[in-house]
């Protein structure tokens, strides 16, 4: 017999990993619950040693779990700290108290856009946001007019439809002729668009409307600005800015706008949304206008 085949006999089989016993998973649930325990407890504690507290009213809702599918309001005591945001008290909140409780966040630097919320009554950034700024208690909801998918996560999956229906891509009718040659813009064009660059998809304006609450075919302030964007840049070829013009000019489209500035006063960016929908609508009436 080959010292190969002799090896092969001789290893042994890898075992399985064993289930844990009904009494293991008893354990690890009670350990699991006292160290949710003592985190809570941790948490109450600071916020006795801490000079202020503010109090979150978070909403809940959880479609999966039972007896939490009905939504609800939970409290949530944290202590205060210069340069609190809304979103450093959300992470307090579930890291000592439920860690169950659902947000979306990431660059926490006001230019990822996921962690837009509905804060005392007002569509804002979390991470933006100051905790100072705001009465106490501080009311945190999901954006209004999206459907909820749990606790304040929201499903964002119309928001990007429409942004990508007015096809936000250019296609110039020239190209540069050298082969490192650059598609050159004016600074004075640069400077008509500039504001309409800084749209970081956060919804927070297509929340704000509401055309957009009961039309659920309308384009939305953030996507007809996403065809400014580049129907406006001096780049953009005539038959393409011809052709996304069509887009903006159909009935769900810029003619639905009522000029309630809504969007405007809750862009976390500034963007002038109105008065880029405004333009659109004139640069329309341009662009159909025949004279004989």
Sequence with gaps: MSTLEQETETEAEPEAEAEPSPQESRMDAKRARAEAQERERQAREEVIDADESVTLKVFRYDPEVEGKEEPRFDDFTVPFHKGMTVLDALIYARDHYDSSLTFRHSCRQAVCGSDALFVNGQQRLGCKTQVADLDDPVRIEPLPHQDVVKDLVVDMEH?????????????????????????????????????????IWCGACMSSCNIAAGDNKYLGPAAINNAYRFAMDEREGEARKEDRMRIVEQEHGVWRCQTQFSCTEVCPKDIPLTEHIQELKREAVKSNLKFW
Excluded: W
């Design 159 to 199: 928001f990007y439809e429409q942004m990508h229906a007015v096809e936000p891509y250019f296609d110039p009718e020239e190209l540069p002729e050298g082969e490192y040659e650059e598609q050159r813009q004016s600074p004075e064009n640069r400077e008509k668009i500039k504001m309409s660059t800084r749209c």
